[in-house]
């Protein structure tokens, strides 16, 4: 029998597939605007340096060194000087626009409700997230996600943010759980998994594409539907 009680997982890049999810607004909204007639960028390019730039934007968002607010501000003012165009050509509510509709797809990694299913049966599962609180609500609702969490802590509700410990044990606070008894799921090595680290969890990389590292990994996964085998 396992010595897990609480489960902890991250949302984004590990449950909800960001990449995919916005690769498809963002290509809604490459339609919609019309943006092919600039003649400057063609839809991956635009894709492509859009994950470039949030990427960097960000990892510097966890380290603390800048905020939700600089995110929005620079975020696709940046992609387009990126591509050359100039900030005029890009459309006024842009950023609005992609932070309204990418939040609405639906769509999750392999076999992400199946094990969800099987392990909300013998577990209490809960979440942590650096995420935006009315973002991360849209995406677990539309992905049908939701139902799963008794507890979702954000770094926007709280001072904290991983890969903070306090983060880890305000969630495990929330949520009436031991350290003994929990367990992180994430895919970030700097955030997820140092944050579990740092606040003495066990944890699980769920790292899809095999990326190689040499961090010294408790579990490693590359489906969801691995984790019958640990849990």
Do not use: C
């Not at 995420?131 to 139902?147: A, P, R, T, W, Y």
């Not at 944890?203 to 490693?220: A, L």
Request: aromatic share 10%.
């Amino acid at each position: 029998m396992s010595k897990y009680k609480h489960i902890f997982f991250d949302l984004d890049h590990t449950l909800w597939d960001y990449d995919l999810n916005a690769s498809k607004a963002l290509s809604d909204l490459y339609e919609m605007h019309n943006l092919s007639a600039l003649a400057l960028f063609r839809k991956e390019e635009f894709t492509d340096v859009f994950f470039k730039v949030n990427h960097e934007l960000w990892t510097l968002y966890d380290q603390n060194l800048i905020q939700r607010d600089d995110i929005r501000e620079r975020r696709f003012v940046t992609v387009f000087e990126k591509l050359g165009a100039k900030a005029e050509q890009m459309p006024s509510n842009l950023e609005q626009e992609y932070i309204a509709l990418a939040p609405t797809k639906p769509h999750t990694f392999d076999n992400a409700h199946k094990v969800l299913d099987y392990l909300s049966v013998n577990y209490e599962l809960h979440m942590i997230t650096n995420g935006f609180k009315e973002i991360q609500s849209v995406k677990l609702k539309n992905s049908g996600l939701e139902k799963y969490f008794d507890i979702v802590v954000t770094s926007e509700t709280t001072r904290y943010r991983k890969p903070d410990k306090e983060i880890f044990e305000l969630a495990m606070q929330r949520a009436n759980a031991s350290v003994e008894q929990s367990i992180m799921i994430g895919d970030n090595l700097e955030a997820d998994i140092a944050g579990a680290i740092n606040a003495n969890m066990d944890h699980v990389w769920f790292n899809p594409s095999g990326v190689k590292t040499d961090v010294q990994i408790q579990h490693e996964i590359q489906n969801l539907i691995e984790l019958k085998n640990i849990l």
